[in-house]
C-alpha cells in the first residue's frame, strides 16, 4: 500500500519557507530584496542581478531527470518571453536535496544533454520537444545554460535549519534561543502568510 502521509509534502514546504529565510538573512546588502512566489519560489534582486530560486525537497527520493525536468522547462519559457520581450537576462537556480541518486547528473551539462534530458518529452507516443515548441535557438540554449545552475546536492532539512539559527544569531547579535523561537518563528510566520 502506497504510503499517503503529507509528512513529505509538509517539509518540502517548509523547505522552501526556511531556504527563503536563509536567503534573506544571506543578503549581501541591506539594499538587495527577495520576493516570494513570483518568478521562482524565491527572487533574489541585487543591484546588478536577477536570480530566480526553485527549491525541490525529495530527502525519500532517488534522484532522476523526470524530477526536476518541469522546472527547468518553465525557466525556460520565462527566459524566452524575456529573451524576445528584450528585458535584461536573469539567473535561474534549482536548489534540490534528494535521498540518493545524485551521481545521476553530471554536471555541468550541454546543449544536447539539455534537449535530451530536460525539453523533450514523450506521452503516448508523441514527442514534445520544448525547445523547438518555443523556437529557441542553439545559441540561445547555451546562453540559457550560462544563467542556470542545479544543485541536486542541497543541504537537508536540518543542516539548512541550522543555518538559519546561526545566520540570525549573528545577524541580532542574540541568544540561540532567540534566534529560533522569537526571529525565526516570526520570520516563518511572514513568509507563510506570503
Not at 527520493?61 to 527566459?79: D, G, T
Not at 529573451?83 to 545521476?104: E, M, T, V
Request: glycine content about 4%; charged content about 20%.
Amino acid at each position: 500500500m502506497a504510503d499517503r502521509s503529507a509528512v513529505s509534502t509538509i517539509l518540502g514546504y517548509f523547505y522552501q519557507f526556511d531556504r527563503s529565510i536563509l536567503t534573506l538573512l544571506s543578503l549581501a546588502s541591506y539594499d538587495d530584496r527577495v520576493a516570494i512566489e513570483c518568478i521562482e519560489d524565491i527572487d533574489v534582486y541585487t543591484s546588478t542581478e536577477v536570480t530566480a530560486v526553485q527549491c525541490k525537497y525529495y530527502a525519500k527520493s532517488e534522484y532522476n531527470h523526470s524530477v526536476i525536468k518541469p522546472a527547468i522547462m518553465f525557466m525556460l519559457v520565462h527566459f524566452k518571453e524575456g529573451w524576445d520581450s528584450g528585458r535584461p537576462p536573469i539567473n535561474y537556480y534549482l536548489a534540490g536535496h534528494f535521498g540518493s541518486g545524485q551521481d545521476k547528473l553530471a554536471l555541468p551539462i550541454d546543449t544536447q544533454f539539455l534537449k535530451d534530458n530536460f525539453l523533450t518529452v514523450v506521452a503516448k507516443k508523441v514527442t514534445i520537444k520544448k525547445h523547438e515548441e518555443l523556437g529557441v535557438s542553439d545559441a540561445q540554449l547555451a546562453e540559457f545554460l550560462a544563467r542556470l545552475t542545479i544543485d541536486i546536492r542541497a543541504e537537508p532539512f536540518d543542516h539548512q535549519f541550522s543555518a538559519i539559527v546561526a545566520a540570525a544569531i549573528t545577524h541580532f547579535e542574540c541568544s540561540p534561543f532567540a534566534a529560533e523561537f522569537f526571529f525565526y518563528n516570526n520570520a516563518l510566520r511572514v513568509i507563510k502568510e506570503l
